[in-house]
């Protein structure tokens, strides 16, 4: 339906996110980021702590690391700085609040969402109650994970997904790799059809359940992240569970969820289907053919309730649009 083009991946200013995420790091650390030139911040993805190991940031496709001497280098060039087990716990201080052990909650999910919507994600000694993971302790390795808003990501896909016969939004389906700039999109794409583009969709009611706070950023229930002006968030919540809960109390036209793969997720997608709600829905997967073969997701594959299939790549970057099928019409499949 369309060819391979990448979106306008314009990142936002470094500068604010460098404010944002360096109080969560103590000397020389603090210093050391922020020296690193604008241009890097612009593009970092990633920041990559591990106990005794070098500090890696992830800069767009490239893996770089801190060296001895507080400069950003080529991994494998110079001598690397070697992160203390004393310095992670000072971090684990800061972005905790010093309450580590009252984070149940988060400790369990394996991730905290900071202010402005940045993820930390965490693994150290699994605490299990019955076979199932209850939460951490002696956590050996972090990962900040720099959530990046970038208005008009979707603007080049927007109008691919409206039915203007019926004045309504198609089912979509956004299959993505990891890194690939999926929530990146879904988070612009609700943020529009919540709003409106002028001359071309008049905006909507949208229910959106941020299991992992990806998508809206929520920090203490307040959204971080544009996602338009009639957009309900429910923040943390399963998908299965808050798609039923947004149903009933919110009466949304239009419905997105993040990375599908349970059964009761599903379940319950169907249940929003049969309501006449429209769906947004993103998933880990690279082809159409690969997630007709999962248990899961094979079933509604094959029914074909997508009548938007949006396949995601980095190969011209992050948010490369490979292909845009179409399920519904004479050349389905396209």
Not at 56 to 62: D, P
Not at 269 to 282: D, F, R, S, Y
Request: charged share 25%; glycine share 10%; aromatic share 6%.
């Amino acid at each position: 339906m369309t060819e391979s083009k990448p979106l306008s991946w314009v990142s936002n200013d470094g500068k604010s996110l460098a404010r944002e995420l360096l109080p969560y790091f103590p000397e020389p650390l603090r210093n050391w980021l922020g020296n690193i030139a604008g241009s890097q911040w612009d593009k970092l993805e990633e920041i990559r702590l591990r106990t005794g190991k070098p500090v890696f940031l992830q800069i767009g496709s490239t893996s770089k690391w801190l060296t001895k001497s507080g400069k950003l280098a080529a991994v494998n060039t110079g001598v690397p700085y070697l992160l203390e087990s004393q310095m992670l716990q000072k971090i684990i201080a800061l972005i905790t609040q010093s309450s580590f052990y009252a984070l149940e909650t988060e400790l369990a999910q394996g991730y905290l969402t900071l202010k402005g919507g940045h993820r930390v994600g965490f693994t150290g000694e699994a605490l299990l109650d019955h076979g199932k993971l209850k939460g951490m302790k002696h956590l050996s390795s972090l990962n900040f994970r720099l959530a990046r808003e970038i208005k008009g990501a979707a603007d080049k896909l927007t109008p691919l997904l409206i039915d203007h016969k019926y004045n309504r939004i198609y089912h979509t389906l956004i299959v993505s790799p990891p890194g690939a700039g999926k929530t990146t999109l879904l988070r612009d794409l609700i943020r529009q059809l919540s709003d409106g583009v002028p001359g071309l969709w008049p905006g909507a009611k949208i229910g959106l359940v941020d299991e992992r706070s990806e998508i809206a950023g929520c920090f203490q229930g307040i959204p971080q992240n544009d996602v338009g002006l009639q957009t309900d968030v429910l923040d943390g919540c399963p998908k299965a569970e808050g798609m039923m809960l947004l149903l009933r109390s919110m009466s949304p036209r239009i419905i997105a969820v993040d990375e599908l793969g349970r059964k009761e997720d599903v379940a319950s997608l169907w249940e929003m289907l049969n309501a006449g709600v429209t769906v947004l829905a993103t998933i880990h997967g690279h082809e159409i053919e690969e997630l007709e073969q999962r248990p899961v997701m094979g079933e509604l594959m094959k029914s074909r309730v997508f009548e938007r299939i949006v396949l995601l790549s980095r190969r011209l970057g992050p948010g490369t649009i490979e292909k845009v099928v179409d399920t519904t019409g004479p050349n389905a499949g396209c």
